[in-house]
């Protein structure tokens, strides 16, 4: 069995405070540099961990950063995990383009990654609109007894691969 930690980054600054600046270098607030420090905690307490990844958006690697001091590795950045900077194809307006191309995107990262590291434990960073997507297209493709693919900042879902298909996903929720 391949476990991957699927972790929506911690507490960042608003969008609003952060206005004319790249939202890609948007960082944690202190409460989310807590938020993170009891994310590693906890993720270093479940067992060993085989690979770090991340979103390259700066509040994503931040989450992990504890983590990764603390396992003394580095966290590797993996566009797929990151939310539409652009979009590569034409959607008209319809609402339901951009979700469907970036749950495509993280299931072919997750795909890769439980081909890569059979039966070890991963761990990756993403963000709010990509975790619901991604977990949308797992219930349906894998038929996981989830209602509610959400996920608060900080918070994880727990996946369980065997071989290619998931077989549980675990709602764990934010610290404290």
Known sequence: MTTIELVRHAKAHSRDRWWGKPDLARPLTEAGMDQAREIGRALRAGGPIAKLYSSPYVRCTQTLDPLADALGVHTVEDEALGEARTL????????????????GRAVAFVNRVVAEYPGKRIVACSHGDVIPALMALLVGR??????????RKGARFTLTFDGGRCLQAEHVPPPG
């Open 142 to 151: 894998d038929g996981l007894a989830i209602d509610d693919v959400r996920c």
């Open 88 to 103: 590569p194809v034409h959607d008209a307006g319809d609402a339901w383009v951009a979700p469907a191309w970036l749950g």
